[in-house]
């Protein structure tokens, strides 16, 4: 039997991997499977239809019974246009901090399970661990959708998932939903001077805009409250708009990119579509009044669940114990624990090393001692489930 890294050796590996979601993350993939299967893990991987992207379904421990999920993705965000002090895909060391990116968000937790696989297979286990490896988390949590369903094509039905994005070790219970959307408004273009006969597609979008800001700041001023959350409300906006060409053109095309992020209270599909159907139907129908050659086009964008597990169940409670925890928390990010929760029925918590404020931005980083932190966590994990 091949040593076993340690976490900071594995997680050097991982970065050193450009898994940015544009890219193949096959190369990982490959290197992760080669490594479980080496210690004896029993390895599924499931490829998405263009065949550039898979992701891992891995068992350690008798298949047949019940266990638990320990769940990550493999792809990162991009580092352009962003000012690194070092390589962000060569693992960096100073004073305790591991710099690179992904190590966060979310490799070092990667790092640390698979570095544990040959302490899970001498256990023996009496209930299996299985490792769950996305891809495409970053771009609307795409990739797991597919391993959940193979999940449940076997047969399978864990006991709980543990998602391990960066909460600092501490139990997340909660996270919103988002539904986000394009809607592109197809105007009629015509010389400025001659406004009155063309059809501003530019106004019309300002008007959809205006119609999430006011349903935003209702839920806002007078919508459901979760004192968990940092932002203890619903929230909606619309961020990116693209239309017009030159100034003396009324223009033709505009686009808008909106979401809501909801809790557990509201339904962030639901407010998206009723904002949709605002610009589909009010909008769209007058716009065609003017021109029968106008209307509205909608594009999806994100869709994923909020994750909602009870405080006060088995899995909340075990979690704390394994963390050496009393509190609880919930996040307004969103992790791939509401599809585990809502596709698989397997009830998820949040919980992983490093900090969610560090992820995304130029020289991301990892402690070690948050490593440390994680792999005391799955190890408490590894007794539980052992035989006898």
Request: hydrophobic share 45%.
């Amino acid at each position: 039997m091949p040593t076993a890294p340690t976490p900071r050796d594995i997680i050097a590996t991982l970065v050193a991997f450009d898994t940015t979601s544009a890219l193949t993350n096959l190369p990982l993939i490959d290197w992760v499977q080669d490594f479980a299967e080496s210690h004896g893990a029993a390895v599924e991987r499931v490829v998405d239809e263009t065949g550039e992207k898979a992701a891992l379904w891995i068992t350690v421990g008798p298949a047949e019974v019940p266990g638990y999920v320990l769940s990550g993705h493999s792809d990162v965000v991009p580092v352009a246009g962003q000012a690194w002090t070092h390589d962000p895909f060569q693992l960096a060391e100073v004073d305790g901090r591991l710099y690179g990116r992904g190590t966060s968000d979310m490799k070092g937790f990667l790092a640390v399970c698979l570095a544990l696989l040959p302490e899970m297979a001498a256990a023996p286990l009496a209930r299996p661990l299985h490792i769950a490896l996305s891809y495409d988390e970053e771009v609307g949590c795409l990739g797991v959708r597919p391993l959940i369903a193979r999940m449940r094509d076997r047969g399978l039905a864990p006991l709980g998932c543990f998602v391990g994005e960066p909460t600092g070790m501490e139990v997340v219970t909660g996270h919103k939903g988002k539904h986000a959307a394009r809607v592109t408004f197809r105007g009629k273009a015509c010389h400025s001077a001659l406004a009155p006969s063309g059809v501003n597609a530019v106004e019309y979008a300002a008007r959809f805009i205006l119609h999430v800001k006011q349903a935003a700041d209702a839920l806002a001023a007078s919508g459901a409250r979760d004192p968990l959350y940092d932002v203890p409300h619903t929230t909606g906006l619309s961020s990116v708009v693209h239309g017009g060409t030159a100034l003396n053109i009324v223009p033709d095309l505009c686009s808008v990119d909106f979401e809501f992020r909801a809790i557990g209270a509201d339904d962030a599909g639901a407010l998206a579509r009723s904002a949709i159907a605002f610009a589909t139907e009010t909008l769209a129908t007058e716009m065609a009044g003017r021109d029968p050659s106008c209307g509205v086009e909608i594009a999806p964008l994100i869709d994923y669940p909020g994750l909602e597990t009870a405080v006060d169940s088995e899995l909340v409670t075990l979690a704390k114990r394994l963390a050496g925890r009393n509190g609880h928390a919930k996040v307004s990010f969103g992790t791939e624990g509401g599809l585990f929760q809502a596709l698989g029925d397997v009830p998820a918590v949040v919980i992983g090393p490093g900090s969610i404020a560090r992820a995304h931005k130029a020289d991301e980083f990892i402690t070690l001692a948050e490593l440390d932190a994680c792999a005391a966590f799955v190890r408490r994990l590894i007794a539980d489930s052992r035989a006898g």
